[in-house]
């Protein structure tokens, strides 16, 4: 059974610092490409970023450019999230999600239970 | 950006009912659209690619159609565990965007 399971998500203070992790099973992760969504609290989703299996192509929504860094272990099956100079903005839960191929536009399918981040004084 | 919008943003229905979303792409984006259904509390849970192919294990009531930008997505015989929300989304171009989501409640 494929598995996604994000952790590190915590409370921040606006302008700090956080490194979300997501450990991957059930499949060839490094077979397929992976990103991360978000979803505000009450709010629609929002896609963060994406990368592809070998790391060649990696994406950011415009609102994180400059700002977070995603990037990926193959040897340990795990993807991450480096998430600098938070805002409020950013608070959200964030999804671990498995593209269908090895890219980063071809379609998500499995999302892992999210990690929750809140950037708040 | 390609704008994703979806109608209704809510709908009522009752179990048995046949029900259908709308989801418009502000640009052609092919059948390069996906759905997913997300529970209260739950992670969105993948339905359908390529606009009208069903991700294994998905069961046929559910059904995708359209091209271009205008799409579909209709649940034949409701039952109490299709209550949930429906989201579109294309991956026709990056950034991969998301629509605002339809509320399926009794």
């Not at chain 2, 209704?8 to 059948?31: E, F, K, N, Y």
Request: aromatic share 10%; with cysteine.
């Amino acid at each position: 059974e494929v598995q996604l399971v994000e952790s590190g998500g915590d409370v921040v203070q606006p302008g700090g610092s956080l490194r979300l992790s997501c450990a991957a099973a059930g499949f060839t992760f490094d077979d397929y490409g992976m990103h991360w969504v978000r979803q505000a609290p009450g709010k629609g989703l929002e896609w963060v970023s994406g990368i592809s299996w070998n790391t060649n192509s990696i994406v950011y929504a415009d609102s994180v450019k400059g700002r977070f860094t995603i990037s990926r272990d193959n040897a340990k099956s795990a993807l991450y999230l480096e998430m600098n100079t938070l805002r409020t903005e950013d608070t959200a839960l964030y999804y671990c999600v498995k593209d269908r191929r090895n890219s980063v536009h071809d379609g998500l399918d499995v999302w892992g239970q999210g990690t929750k981040v809140t950037v708040s004084s | 950006d390609i704008q994703m919008t979806q109608s209704p943003s809510s709908l009522s229905a009752s179990v048995g009912d046949r029900v259908t979303i709308t989801c418009r792409a502000s640009q052609d984006i092919h059948t390069y659209l996906a759905w997913f259904q997300q529970k209260p509390g739950r992670a969105p849970k993948a339905l359908m690619f390529a606009a009208s192919s069903l991700q294994p294990g998905v069961p046929s009531k559910f059904s995708g159609s359209g091209s271009g930008t205008d799409f579909t997505l209709t649940i034949t015989s409701l039952q109490p565990e299709d209550f949930a929300s429906y989201f579109c989304q294309q991956y026709y171009n990056l950034p991969l965007t998301f629509g605002g989501g339809t509320k399926v409640e009794v």
